[in-house]
């Protein structure tokens, strides 16, 4: 059984930075595509960044620049570090992972509270 346990999000200021980490447990890490998406308040989930099991990143265009995926294959890890956050980026940050082959992402994890506010 794969569970994926998003931590890391909490109550920060406009222009601040934040590290989300997600532990992956139960399978093959390594050879995982790995995601962050979030869903904001009253809206449905959106793409945030993405990672293959060779280490590849992908971005939405609205966090480019700003948003940074990373994975540790050693410890069953994967990261989003943000950076000039801005209170749209409120939203809830669900980590997803896929199997090697699969159309889509089929674990997800619960998601952690990231509020940005003054």
């Known amino acids: 059984q794969v569970q994926l346990v998003e931590s ?3 109550l920060v ?4 930075s934040l590290r989300l980490s997600c532990a992956v447990s139960g399978g093959t890490f390594s050879t995982f595509d790995m995601g962050w998406f979030r869903q904001p308040p009253g ?3 959106e793409f945030v960044a993405g990672i ?8 939405a265009d609205s966090v480019k620049g700003r948003l940074t995926i990373s994975r540790d294959n ?10 000039s956050l801005k209170p749209e980026d409120t939203a809830v940050y669900f980590c997803a992972a896929r199997k090697s082959g699969s159309a889509s992402f089929d674990y997800w994890g ?7 506010s003054s």
Request: proline share 3%; glycine share 20%.
């Open 13 to 16: 200021q406009p222009g601040d």
């Open 43 to 45: 809206l449905g989930r």
């Open 8 to 10: 890391g999000g909490e």
């Open 52 to 59: 293959n099991s060779g280490g590849m990143a992908y971005y």
């Open 74 to 83: 050693a410890k069953n890890m994967m990261y989003l570090q943000m950076s």
């Open 110 to 116: 619960q998601g952690t509270q990231v509020t940005v």
